[in-house]
């Protein structure tokens, strides 16, 4: 498997460290921590808009959880959260409209197929109507998004090609280890901040792993 989305929860794998099944891989599971921290990044970035739409999937395994998380901790500083779900492509157009009705000052996008497919749409729109977002994805800064921290899914797909070539060799799946995200990249895209009117911190821009000029 690549980027599976919580494995043990789902029952693929009865644990992380030893699968004892006929499946291993590498698992793109989102923590609270991760969340965390793209709220605090979007909030120091754009510190005089406190009104954040989350854009998140209710279909998506375990994304509810984390969308009250982040909305926790929007409030333990002072901002206000707004719930923009989608469960499929179809209502995305409407769901980024009603941001927009909103007056959201910023967004923060879940991670979810849905979006990742629709990633350009989303860049699209938001920079169209001058609304910066923070995407969970570093390809997504790469192409237009104004930030984004995460592990890069390039890398991630990379990974499962050293297990393919174990288990070709004769090692059981059952005895590898499921691979965690071990990396995370915080990405500014400076060119969207200039289209967007903002100016990014200079404590943020030293800290990113990747400045687009």
Same mark, same amino acid.
């Given at each position: 498997?690549?980027? =599976?989305?919580? !494995?043990?929860?789902?029952?693929?794998?009865?644990?992380?460290?030893?699968?004892?099944?006929?499946? #291993?891989?590498?698992?793109?599971?989102?923590?609270?921590?991760?969340?965390?921290?793209?709220?605090?990044?979007?909030?120091?970035?754009? !510190?005089?808009?406190?009104?954040?739409?989350?854009?998140?999937?209710?279909?998506?395994?375990?994304?509810?959880?984390?969308?009250?998380?982040?909305?926790?901790?929007?409030?333990?500083?002072?901002?206000?959260?707004?719930?923009?779900?989608?469960?499929?492509?179809?209502?995305?157009?409407?769901?980024?409209?009603?941001?927009?009705?909103?007056?959201?000052?910023?967004?923060?996008?879940?991670?979810?197929?849905?979006? /990742?497919?629709?990633?350009?749409?989303?860049?699209?729109?938001?920079?169209?109507?001058?609304?910066?977002?923070?995407?969970?994805?570093?390809?997504?800064?790469?192409?237009?998004?104004? =930030?984004?921290?995460?592990?890069?899914?390039?890398?991630?797909?990379?990974?499962?090609?050293?297990?393919?070539?174990?288990?070709?060799?004769?090692?059981?799946?059952?005895?590898?280890?499921?691979?965690?995200?071990?990396? /995370?990249?915080?990405?500014?895209?400076?060119?969207? =901040?200039? #289209?967007?009117?903002?100016?990014?911190?200079?404590?943020?821009?030293?800290?990113?792993?990747?400045?687009?000029?």
């Amino acid at each position: 498997m690549a980027i =599976a989305r919580d !494995p043990l929860d789902n029952g693929y794998v009865k644990s992380l460290a030893r699968p004892e099944a006929n499946i #291993t891989g590498v698992s793109n599971t989102v923590s609270t921590e991760i969340i965390g921290k793209r709220m605090q990044l979007l909030g120091e970035m754009l !510190p005089d808009r406190p009104v954040i739409g989350l854009i998140w999937n209710p279909k998506s395994e375990g994304l509810a959880g984390l969308v009250a998380f982040a909305e926790q901790v929007a409030k333990s500083v002072g901002n206000q959260t707004i719930s923009l779900p989608l469960q499929g492509p179809e209502e995305l157009q409407g769901v980024l409209e009603k941001a927009v009705e909103d007056h959201v000052g910023a967004l923060l996008v879940m991670p979810d197929p849905v979006e /990742f497919d629709h990633r350009r749409e989303i860049i699209d729109f938001t920079v169209a109507n001058r609304i910066p977002a923070m995407h969970p994805y570093p390809e997504e800064a790469e192409e237009g998004a104004l =930030a984004a921290y995460g592990s890069s899914l390039s890398d991630e797909y990379r990974r499962p090609a050293y297990y393919v070539d174990k288990i070709l060799k004769g090692v059981a799946p059952a005895d590898l280890p499921v691979l965690q995200p071990t990396k /995370f990249e915080f990405v500014i895209n400076l060119k969207t =901040a200039k #289209t967007l009117d903002l100016t990014v911190p200079p404590g943020l821009l030293a800290i990113a792993d990747e400045v687009i000029e």
